[in-house]
């Protein structure tokens, strides 16, 4: 059974930092790319972050968090983290860790139950 458990989210004031973490089981974590996504209340999921399971872990980031998130995974723990500094307002959302992979025409997609970040003073 594929479990993702997300863990690190709570109450920062605005220009605090926190770190997110998630924790796989049941997949050969390596070979996901591994995303977070976040969703506000009254707004569809989005995008923030994407590391790639090739081997230089490629990172992509969504335009409004670059240069202050930043995603690491260890594949020994199989761990995906996302370290976000100077937090905002409009940084408040639940935060959903997922493990993707395509394998020819099939894709495998998997979600945790997220983690709620909130930032307010």
């Known amino acids: 059974q594929v479990q993702l458990v997300e863990s690190g989210g709570g109450l920062v004031p605005p220009g605090g930092s926190l770190r997110v973490s998630c924790v796989g089981s049941?997949?050969?974590?390596?070979?996901?790319?591994m995303n977070w996504y976040r969703q506000a209340p009254g707004k569809e999921r989005e995008l923030v972050a994407r590391?790639?399971?090739?081997?230089?872990?490629?990172?992509n980031y969504a335009d409004f968090v670059k240069g202050r998130f930043t995603i690491s995974r260890d594949n020994a723990k199989n761990t995906v983290y996302l370290q976000m500094n100077n937090l905002k307002p409009e940084d408040t959302a639940v935060y959903y860790c997922?493990?993707?992979?395509?394998?020819?025409?099939?894709?495998?997609?998997?979600w945790g139950q997220g983690t709620q970040v909130t930032v307010s003073s």
């Open positions: 997922n493990a993707f992979r395509k394998v020819l025409y099939r894709e495998y997609n998997y």
């Open positions: 049941g997949i050969t974590f390596s070979s996901y790319a």
């Open positions: 590391i790639t399971s090739a081997p230089s872990s490629p990172t």
